[in-house]
């Protein structure tokens, strides 16, 4: 199917509208790549999962407006509304988008706290309480779990440490 010149030129500016439509969705995978740390594997697939939504994007884009056929000019579209999209709003979007991520980060953190402090405050109240019956408690378990040891046991006695006196060596 034959185009006409000025079919050509609506779908080679509709290509460079899909080349910005591409980059703001790179700028999605940035933006979670910030907000969410990934290392290995992580980046692999949420490359290789862009790279699936361009293919489908622009197959989908070649059947639609050009019938399937696929011509240079759309692909040189694609690239440079891209490459106008990165030199101009991704600027603004990314540096906006990091701004907004430190504050909510820093919102979950303080929420963090906030949640987190009464459980440290009763940790640490009960602390004492809990050194002090551990030994009892411990002592009762075992002698729960292990009832026979409890009268084969010969009493404690506590030995008395002779004091040596400064002169004498004893060996």
Not at 47 to 55: E, T, V
Request: with cysteine.
């Amino acid at each position: 199917m034959e185009l006409s010149v000025a079919n050509q030129a609506v779908v080679f500016l509709l290509s460079v509208a899909l080349g910005f439509v591409l980059g703001f969705i790179y700028d999605i995978f940035r933006i979670l790549r910030i907000a969410v740390r990934t290392k290995g594997i992580g980046v692999f697939i949420e490359d290789m999962l862009f790279w699936i939504i361009c293919a489908v994007a622009v197959l989908l884009f070649l059947f639609v407006f050009t019938s399937g056929e696929v011509r240079m000019y759309t692909f040189i579209g694609t690239a440079l509304g891209a490459v106008i999209y990165f030199m101009s709003l991704s600027i603004l979007i990314m540096s906006s988008a990091k701004i907004i991520i430190i504050q909510i980060k820093k919102i979950i953190k303080f929420l963090l706290h906030i949640v987190a402090m009464p459980i440290i405050i009763v940790s640490m109240a009960t602390k004492p309480l809990m050194v002090r019956y551990k030994r009892k408690t411990v002592r009762r378990v075992y002698f729960i779990t292990h009832p026979f040891h409890m009268f084969g046991r010969k009493p404690r006695v506590k030995k008395r440490r002779v004091k040596s006196r400064g002169g004498e060596n004893e060996t």
